[in-house]
């Protein structure tokens, strides 16, 4: 995909890579399946410093933090390798941030969505309450 950007009476191009293609049109995917399950889509890549949540969604008194993960093929794939002490650390303290810039009182959740294969023939998967935030301990 090349995209334009105009800056001062100048034009620049910017080609995405094919695996940006590839997630952006996963995070479409998990957009439309957590659409058709009944979900409320709060928000879409929604940023919290330098961190981000790919899909934030709500049920009945209920929030849904939900990471996305896109890949061509499932071989040799474990997606929760994919889901890291730091990416569950990330998620959490943009949940937290979330939750406190709307002072929201709800339950919630951190799902992950599998998008698995190529335009036109995905499968996907859902991992409801895929992980819990780690609790802290002080000494």
């Not at 998990?30 to 889509?41: L, N, P, W």
């Not at 002072?103 to 959740?109: A, D, F, Q, V």
């Amino acid at each position: 995909m090349i995209k334009m950007l105009h800056l001062q009476n100048r034009i620049l191009f910017f080609i995405m890579a094919s695996h940006n293609l590839l997630g952006k049109e996963g995070e479409q995917i998990a957009t439309e399946f957590v659409i058709k399950q009944g979900m409320i889509v709060r928000e879409r890549n929604w940023r919290y410093n330098n961190l981000e949540v790919d899909i934030i969604a709500e049920t009945p008194g209920r929030l849904h933090f939900i990471e996305v993960k896109t890949r061509s093929d499932d071989e040799h794939f474990d997606p929760m390798k994919s889901i890291t002490k730091a990416k569950i650390r990330n998620l959490v303290n943009a949940s937290n941030g979330y939750i406190h810039a709307y002072h929201l009182k709800m339950e919630i959740e951190f799902d992950v969505i599998l998008v698995i294969g190529n335009a036109g023939d995905f499968k996907v998967q859902y991992i409801a309450d895929a992980f819990y935030p780690p609790l802290r301990t002080y000494r």
